[in-house]
C-alpha cells in the first residue's frame, strides 16, 4: 500500500512564508513526477507546481517566482517553499505523485497517479 502524507500547512498573514512537505512511502518500486495542487472553497483543484525525476519544473503564472518546488528522490519527498504569500493563496494544497509499486507478488506494476489528504494553508491578516 502506497500513501502520500502531507505537513506543513497552517495559517499565515500575508507576506509570510510556508513550507509543504510529502513524503510518499510503502511498497514503491520508482517515482516519476511530483507535484502540489491547491483547491479553494468553490473551486476546482489546480495545477500549482510540478517536477519530473529529473527535477525539471513548471509552475502556474500567479506563483511563478514566489513558490519553488523541489524533492529528494532518496527519500521520495517533494517540498513546496511558499514565500510572499497572498489571500489568493488560501486553499487546500493536496500532493500528487506519479509512480510504480510493487505488487503481491513482488513485480513492478505500471505507473498511476497517488494523493495525498490534502493540507489547509490559509493566508490572512
Known amino acids: 500500500q502506497v500513501q502520500l502524507v502531507e505537513s506543513g500547512g497552517g495559517l499565515v498573514q500575508p507576506g509570510g512564508s510556508l513550507r509543504l512537505s510529502c513524503a510518499a512511502s510503502?511498497?514503491?518500486?520508482?517515482?516519476?513526477?511530483m507535484g502540489w495542487y491547491r483547491q479553494a472553497p468553490g473551486k476546482e483543484r489546480e495545477l500549482v507546481a510540478i517536477?519530473?525525476?529529473?527535477?525539471?519544473?513548471k509552475y502556474r503564472d500567479s506563483v511563478k517566482g514566489r513558490f519553488a518546488i523541489s524533492r529528494d528522490n532518496a527519500k521520495n519527498t517533494v517540498f513546496l517553499q511558499m514565500n510572499s504569500l497572498k489571500p489568493e493563496d488560501t486553499a487546500v494544497y493536496y500532493c500528487?505523485?506519479?509512480?510504480?509499486?510493487?505488487?503481491?507478488?513482488?513485480?513492478?506494476?505500471?505507473?498511476?497517479?497517488?494523493w495525498g489528504q490534502g493540507t489547509q494553508v490559509t493566508v490572512s491578516s
Open positions: 500528487n505523485a506519479e509512480l510504480s509499486s510493487y505488487d503481491i507478488d513482488s513485480d513492478w506494476s505500471p505507473p498511476r497517479d497517488y
Open positions: 510503502g511498497r514503491i518500486f520508482s517515482v516519476n513526477r
Open positions: 517536477i519530473t525525476s529529473s527535477s525539471n519544473t
